[in-house]
Every structure is written in structure tokens, then in C-alpha cells.
């Protein structure tokens, strides 16, 4: 059971550049997320699944697109790197229900030059 | 925006005194969370309260939330050097994408 996994670990990007985030989970949950963390703002949500072909805007999701084409999969783009999306990207999923707790991946170190 | 806000932002202790760590938000809640993040990892579920309940316990831990006061604490008690990490608490307003309102969270360094 591998739980929460993200591909890449680490990337640098120039300005301008296009990238795709990969998150995959094999607990079958049904919701995903993708987080953003920056020094000293804690972890802001970005985009969000609540199944197998949905997606939702979070708090800061400008600058992004998700995908959720497998229930196990959800990936984050970024058509066009700024370096404002310099960052570490996290992906969470859980179980639907109110009381279930997010499972995280170990994170994506993403630089734009 | 945040909704929760923990405090202190940085707490240094020794190995084994008590660690304390609050958080206040704004909004009503279904439920409040904490995690832990070790330098460079993903967060770590630790323990979950849910807004009907006043008290709750889990190994080292405890947690106690007043929603009159929209305010949370967390007590890891006996601390060790290995619990050197940042927490951070989470709020669940129990809308149906039970999305997650994180902190900036707490940096705790147990000495050894």
C-alpha cells in the first residue's frame, strides 16, 4: 500500500515553461486535492475532486488546471510557470464522510527561474 | 484566506517537558484536525475532534476545542526530540467537499 504518491520530486522551470504535477492514491478514495506552501503561509488549497471526472477551484487557483480522468489519479498543470508558482505542491486524498482525515503525498519542490 | 491561526508560531522546549499549541479560527466547524510535518515530508494526520466534543486523547497528545471561543489547544505531553516538527491545526467547516482551512502552523524543537 503505497498510499499517496506524487511525481516529480523536484523540478526547475523557466519562466514560461509547462509542466504537468502527478498525483496517484490506491486507497480508492474518492476525494483529491492539491495544496500549495509557501515559508510562513501554511498550505493553501488550490484545486480539488470530489470523484472520478470532477474538478473545483480552491483558494488560489489561478495559474492552474486539474485533471481527474481515474479516480486514482489527479494532476495538476501549469500551462505557462511564473515565478510566483515557485512553491511546494502537496496532494491530499480522504474518504468521502465527515470525518475522515486527509492522507498526503511527500510533495513536489518546484522552482521557476 | 486562513482560518485557523496558531500560536505560538515558534516554541522551543527540552526533551521531556510539555509542548502546548493553540489555534483559533473564525468560523463554525464540523470538525478540527492537526497535523504534523517533519522538515521536507508531507503532513501527518495526528487526531481529529469533532465540534461536539470538549476533550480528546491519543497516545502523548491531547486536544481540547471550545467553540465558544473558536479555539483549539494541543498538548503533546513527555516530549521527545524525535516530535521536532511543525503543527499545524485544520478546520472542516462540514460543507460536502470537506475541504481543509490549514494554519501557518507551529514550529516545535524539542532539545535534546
Known amino acids: 500500500n503505497a498510499g499517496v504518491t506524487q511525481t516529480p520530486k523536484f523540478r526547475v522551470l523557466k519562466t514560461g515553461q509547462s509542466m504537468t504535477l502527478l498525483c496517484a492514491q490506491d486507497m480508492n478514495h474518492e476525494y483529491m486535492y492539491w495544496y500549495r506552501q509557501d515559508p510562513g503561509m501554511g498550505l493553501r488549497l488550490i484545486h480539488y475532486s470530489v470523484g472520478e471526472g470532477t474538478t473545483a477551484k480552491g483558494e488560489v487557483p489561478d495559474g492552474y488546471n486539474v485533471s481527474r480522468l481515474k479516480k486514482q489519479n489527479f494532476l495538476l498543470g501549469l500551462e505557462s510557470a511564473a515565478p510566483s508558482q515557485t512553491s511546494v505542491y502537496f496532494c491530499?486524498?480522504?474518504?468521502?464522510?465527515?470525518?475522515?482525515?486527509?492522507?498526503f503525498g511527500p510533495g513536489t519542490r518546484l522552482t521557476v527561474t | 484566506s486562513q482560518q485557523g491561526e496558531e500560536d505560538p508560531q515558534a516554541l522551543s522546549i527540552q526533551e521531556g517537558e510539555n509542548a502546548t499549541m493553540n489555534c483559533s479560527y473564525k468560523?463554525?466547524?464540523?470538525?478540527l484536525q492537526w497535523y504534523r510535518q517533519n522538515s521536507g515530508r508531507g503532513l501527518v494526520h495526528l487526531i481529529l475532534i469533532r465540534s461536539n466534543e470538549r476533550e480528546k486523547h491519543s497516545g502523548r497528545l491531547r486536544v481540547t476545542l471550545d467553540t465558544s471561543k473558536k479555539s483549539s489547544s494541543l498538548l503533546i505531553t513527555a516530549s521527545r526530540a524525535a516530535d521536532t516538527a511543525s503543527y499545524f491545526c485544520?478546520?472542516?467547516?462540514?460543507?460536502?467537499?470537506?475541504?481543509?482551512?490549514f494554519g501557518k502552523g507551529t514550529l516545535l524543537t524539542v532539545n535534546p
Open positions: 485544520a478546520t472542516d467547516d462540514g460543507g460536502s467537499n470537506y475541504k481543509l482551512t
Open positions: 491530499a486524498s480522504r474518504l468521502a464522510g465527515p470525518t475522515y482525515e486527509q492522507y
Open positions: 468560523t463554525s466547524i464540523n470538525n
